[in-house]
């Protein structure tokens, strides 16, 4: 039921009969959630914002992270490359200056780096920071789920900005522990083979690209980028002694 309540919400603010986003024609709902959680990045970055704002920014980001991941999550992934793929063409003007609104992946991993800052940095956000990164680390753990999808898959192509936040809150000195293990469990599923879906695929070339053998050479590519990071063996070893 849940999956069906998704559906209907998607479909009714979609901006057309079909949620196919590939003529940037997104549902609004998407496009509202990307506008709102830019906005927040903004509102909890920005040293031009009075401290109620930062307030209301955290306040706002929580909820918008969880609707995000909650889609993400649903029928089967359906939903990721819509979310990964609406844009929105408005600016967002805050304290009289005016910003692009990001993509949902972008304001993920600009999260996920907050909670890698030096407590005097991340201060400024109050002690909010390890909380939303742990969340943005969480909801691009469902994002990640199809990357290894040959490109242009949205899954594959925004591991390229995703995986290396994720990279850099597991290494850093700074992310709390659990940080540490919502970034860790989202690089899983961004190297683990695609999960099949729940109703067979009558397309043959659909199968194709889910088949494991076809994507293991993506898979190790993301893999290799891993590895290659600085500490991240030593990191991993630690999360194991945690």
């Known amino acids: 039921r849940e999956d069906e309540a998704v ?21 609004i709902l998407l496009k509202a959630l990307a506008r709102r959680l830019s906005h927040c990045c903004v509102g909890i970055q920005s040293n031009i914002t009075s401290t109620s704002f ?7 980001c929580i909820p918008s992270i969880r609707c995000i991941g909650n889609i993400a999550s649903s029928c089967d992934g359906t939903h990721v490359p819509s979310l990964l793929s609406t844009t929105s063409t408005t600016t967002l003007t805050i304290a009289s200056r005016q910003y692009t609104t990001q993509s949902i ?5 600009t999260l996920i780096q907050r909670g890698t800052l030096s407590p005097s940095i991340a201060s400024q956000a109050g ?21 290894g ?3 242009p898959h949205p899954s594959t ?13 597991v290494t850093s000195g700074y992310a709390k522990l659990e940080l540490k293990r919502e970034a860790t469990c989202a ?3 961004a190297v683990a083979s695609p999960p099949p879906p729940s109703s067979p695929i009558l397309d043959d070339n659909a199968m194709m690209k889910r088949n494991p053998e076809t994507t293991i050479h993506t898979r190790d590519c993301i893999l290799h980028g891993i590895v290659q990071t600085d500490g991240m063996i030593q990191s991993l070893t630690e999360l194991i002694r945690a």
Do not use: F, G
């Open 54 to 60: 930062k307030e209301s920014s955290v306040k706002m």
């Open 105 to 109: 992946a972008t304001s993920l991993a």
């Open 187 to 189: 690089l899983w599923n």
């Open 157 to 169: 192509v925004s591991a390229d900005e995703l995986v290396p936040s994720l990279c850099r809150a």
């Open 7 to 27: 559906h209907i919400l998607l479909s009714s603010s979609s901006t057309s009969n079909s949620i196919d986003i590939t003529n940037d024609e997104s549902p």
């Open 149 to 151: 999808l040959p490109p």
């Open 127 to 147: 002690d909010a920071s390890s909380v939303l990164s742990s969340e943005a680390a969480w909801a691009t753990s469902t994002l990640l789920c199809d990357a």
